[in-house]
């Protein structure tokens, strides 16, 4: 008789799993599963299907303001404090996890044009049609202003500095080491130190009002401003004249860099349309990104680098991808009392988006519109990242894809989306015609 030696296991040996879930082997052989395709196919469509039923991107509305929302700042440390200025010159510091304002001043006569907080979060400086610059204390825990100095200054509702200048200013922004900010006002950008009653440095490029300037977040010395001429100036700190100027067919209303790629940025076109643009080939843009159907006014990158916000004249709200290959948005987001955006900004976390518009409501999105808000279980989050990737794979399949490109629209925006289509199909044609003959 021939003894075979086997290996067996007692349940005291195998011992047990803390949470009574054993583990499961399985051969991994691809001829020992020849359905596996079909199979993960069907569970790609119920992911996409289950994706848009639990999609539900409105989290909550931020309201106080007595006029539309112009304006908006996210703390660089706090991720929960939010400033934002109204078209009245109001100023509210906000604690977006309650829902409440926590401090309330009227800072400007006039629009709040622009906000900027410092680096560290302990002031921020804000800019209006008044001719005023104004640097103010904050505290972004108590997400109010800071105790007065030995001055009495930075009080309650008195600012910590108060610059007058010669004309109205349209927009602020702050360096990323804190050294200086810019602000764009008449047809100048200017770049003050803190501190300091008269800028420190003055550039200017023709006699059209500058609209929007932005400094480069990695980059101190780099700035990008979008003018009333319809051009785009590259300015760098170190010279002094701006660098560069480019030319579109219509006028940038506002401008953002991509803060994890030094060398790229994009504009919000009237055109309704948003560039992505690379400073070391300035003439052209490298990709167009196109949904809106109205001017886009105002856009912002996500932390990631890898989205943006933008904002449009059409009531809607829609997220970009960056990258190659994508052009239009994978997300809009619409109700039925917004009104026209004028300001976005994504969240510090990258996990919510913000709009300001002129319903005066500020409104918290969410930037995956089917994901929980509340903390995920570690099989949850295996569980959510193996429907993802199980979507990518199929992504290219013809019902998977209609489902996942659907979106529901105004009959506005449909409308006009559809006249679009047909006015480019026809200039299409023309153009067709005119290389035939």
């Not at 500095?161 to 927009?171: G, I, K, M, P, S």
């Amino acid at each position: 008789m021939v003894k075979i030696k086997a290996i067996t296991r007692t349940e005291e040996s195998a011992g047990s799993s803390s949470s009574g879930i054993h583990k499961h082997r399985r051969n991994l052989d691809p001829s020992l599963h020849p359905f596996q395709q079909p199979r993960e196919y069907v569970r790609a469509l119920n992911a996409t299907k289950l994706q848009k039923v639990f999609a539900r991107p409105f989290v909550a509305a931020l309201s106080g303001h007595t006029d539309g929302v112009y304006s908006m700042a996210r703390h660089p440390t706090a991720m929960s404090c939010l400033l934002s200025g109204s078209c009245d010159g109001e100023l509210k510091v906000w604690d977006v996890s309650k829902n409440n304002a926590g401090w309330t001043v009227p800072a400007h006569r006039g629009y709040v044009r622009g906000i900027a907080i410092s680096p560290s979060g302990t002031s921020f400086v804000t800019c209006g049609e008044d001719k005023y610059v104004k640097i103010w204390r904050l505290d972004p825990h108590t997400h109010g202003p800071a105790p007065e100095g030995s001055d009495g200054a930075g009080g309650q509702d008195i600012p910590e500095h108060t610059f007058l200048y010669t004309h109205a200013f349209t927009d602020v922004s702050y360096s990323p080491n804190g050294r200086y900010f810019a602000t764009a006002g008449g047809n100048v950008v200017n770049l003050w130190e803190p501190g300091r009653s008269e800028p420190m440095h003055t550039m200017e490029w023709g006699v059209d009002t500058v609209l929007k300037v932005k400094v480069n977040p990695i980059e101190a010395d780099y700035l990008i401003s979008c003018m009333s001429d319809r051009a785009l100036v590259l300015y760098d700190a170190r010279m002094t004249k701006p660098a560069t100027k480019v030319i579109q067919k219509m006028r940038s209303n506002s401008v953002s860099w991509n803060p994890q790629e030094t060398y790229m940025y994009s504009s919000a076109n009237e055109d309704g349309n948003c560039y992505t643009w690379d400073i070391r080939r300035f003439h052209e843009p490298v990709f167009t990104h196109y949904d809106h159907v109205a001017a886009v006014l105002d856009l912002d990158y996500s932390p990631t680098g890898k989205e943006f916000v933008s904002g449009s004249f059409d009531k809607s709200l829609r997220i970009f991808p960056v990258g190659m290959g994508h052009r239009t948005s994978r997300e809009v987001y619409h109700t039925k009392r917004m009104q026209r955006i004028f300001t976005v900004k994504y969240s510090g976390d990258a996990r919510f988006v913000l709009s300001g518009s002129d319903d005066t409501n500020i409104r918290v999105w969410k930037a995956q519109a089917s994901l929980p808000l509340a903390p995920l279980a570690p099989r949850e989050r295996e569980k959510l990242e193996y429907n993802q990737k199980l979507k990518d794979k199929f992504a290219h399949m013809p019902e998977i894809k209609r489902i996942a490109r659907h979106r529901h629209l105004p009959q506005a925006i449909h409308a006009a989306k559809v006249l679009q289509h047909t006015m480019k199909e026809a200039q299409k044609k023309r153009d067709d015609n005119v290389k035939r003959h």
